[in-house]
């Protein structure tokens, strides 16, 4: 081995340990908070509170199934379920996170090696003239071209891991999110016919007082017949009743608000849906609310959560922020094939691998996609658009033009990136 290629051989192994050396993951590494400590961590109640009856705290309380069937109302099972089921707010978050999802899996795929296969066919006219050849016609041949590019970004600083890691916090923010929208959606609905509930059976209550009222006032105006009583009492019982009446309308006006309120949770207009007659006698009130310690609830709230996984995505952005700082280094390798028939250009036994190449799964235009129909999907809930909306894929299509213009046939798709095959789609 000559002087030269051993400097060469020792030059290119020192620059591949130094490559190797070099790559790192730059930025902070996120590290959850820590829960509450101390007496923070075993109890709720200030120094001298009572301690509610029927409430337990323990280290770990979780309501087996879904927790409004603990009232053992068949009427607020049912609402919630629709509510759940027909919930604009809640498909929203649902597609929200549908696309944070399909995001972070975009980012995750650029991590891998980009390859992009190229092929392209055209017809050129030789000017035979120009090589010296005269009286001869200028004859027309075909050019076929066949190519691929492979690219790997060596990620030498952690920048791309960071992203990944970013896309990842962010997904788990949206999930969290997701679950936070469940919770205020079924405990505003079951406040709401706790409410209807309660309103009703005070109306009950004031109606049979009215009642009441009438049954005194006739005592009163008999006795005043007989000469047992003024006339004075007849109007201070008259009084009364009127008093008493005058606390139904606003009852009334409350059950209403409710009702239309219960209605908008359940995603229906007050005209499309009317809310069942809810009774505080068919419910039930659990005989014991198990209560989480402090340390543990804050490990199981969606919005504690959400916050604590929007932090760990500022921490990975800061990550990559700082690689960008740093050079970085990618490797490309490119072929192309240029001939006048498809044998030259690429044989048979590549053909077969070329096409099984263009099919393999695109994860990361996959990915992509599902994105932009998720965020259109949100924009569509969030405008409150009852219309249906569909996506329309254009057609490949390639205009016709003059036979001897070159006319490239390209047909791209992604494996990591993008891959192109070299024919135009069959017709179905």
């Known amino acids: 081995m000559s002087m030269s290629n051993r400097g060469l051989s020792r030059l290119a192994t020192a620059g591949s340990v130094l490559v190797l050396g070099a790559c790192t993951t730059v930025g902070p590494n996120f590290k959850r908070p820590e829960p ?9 109640a200030m ?46 978050a649902t597609a929200t996170l549908a696309r944070t999802r399909a995001e972070a899996d975009a980012v995750r ?39 691929g590019t492979v690219d790997y970004d ?13 896309a990842n916090a962010m997904a788990e923010a ?19 016919v706790m409410r209807i509930a309660s309103l009703r059976a005070q109306i009950a209550a004031v109606e049979s007082v009215i009642a009441d009222d009438r049954t005194v006032l006739d005592m009163v105006q008999r006795a005043e017949q007989a000469g047992g009583e003024p006339k004075s009492a007849i109007a201070t019982s008259q009084a009364q009743l009127a008093e008493d009446e005058s606390l139904l309308p606003p009852l009334r006006r409350e059950v209403n608000t409710a009702r239309h309120q219960l209605a908008l949770l359940v995603g229906k207009t007050p005209a499309e849906w009317a809310a069942p007659d809810f009774d505080l006698a068919r419910m039930t009130a659990p005989a014991a609310v198990p209560v989480s310690l402090p340390s543990t609830l804050v490990r199981n709230r969606p919005d504690i959560l959400a916050a604590e996984a929007d932090l760990h995505a500022a921490t ?68 409150n658009d009852s219309k249906t909306v569909k996506h329309n894929q254009p057609a ?8 001897s213009v ?13 891959v192109s095959t070299a024919r135009p789609p069959k017709a179905a």
């Open 316 to 383: 990975a952005a800061i990550g990559v922020a700082t690689a960008e700082l740093y050079p970085n280094l990618s490797l490309t390798a490119t072929f192309t094939q240029t001939a006048s028939n498809t044998s030259a250009a690429m044989p048979n036994q590549r053909i077969s691998s070329c096409w099984d190449f263009a099919s393999r799964g695109n994860d990361a235009a996959t990915a992509t996609t599902k994105a932009v129909k998720a965020k259109r999907r949100i924009d569509v809930l969030g405008s």
């Open 109 to 147: 795929g650029r991590q891998l090696p980009e390859a992009t296969l190229d092929a392209g066919f055209q017809r050129e006219r030789v000017n035979v003239q120009a090589l010296g050849f005269g009286n001869f016609p200028n004859p027309t041949v075909s050019l076929f071209s066949i190519g």
């Open 174 to 192: 949206e999930a969290r999110r997701a679950d936070a929208a469940y919770l205020a959606l079924s405990g505003n609905v079951a406040l709401q």
């Open 47 to 92: 120094a001298g509170d009572p301690q509610p009856a029927g409430v337990a705290i323990s280290p770990d309380a979780r309501a087996a199934g879904p927790w409004w069937e603990a009232f053992g109302s068949p009427e607020l099972n049912a609402v919630v379920r629709q509510a759940l089921a027909d919930s604009p707010t809640l498909a929203e």
């Open 406 to 418: 070159a006319r490239p046939w390209v047909f791209s798709r992604m494996a990591s990136t993008s």
């Open 396 to 403: 490949n299509s390639t205009s016709a033009g003059d036979s």
């Open 154 to 166: 060596l990620d030498l600083f952690g920048g791309r891991k960071r992203a990944t890691e970013e």
């Open 36 to 44: 509450p400590a101390g007496a923070t961590s075993e109890s709720y």
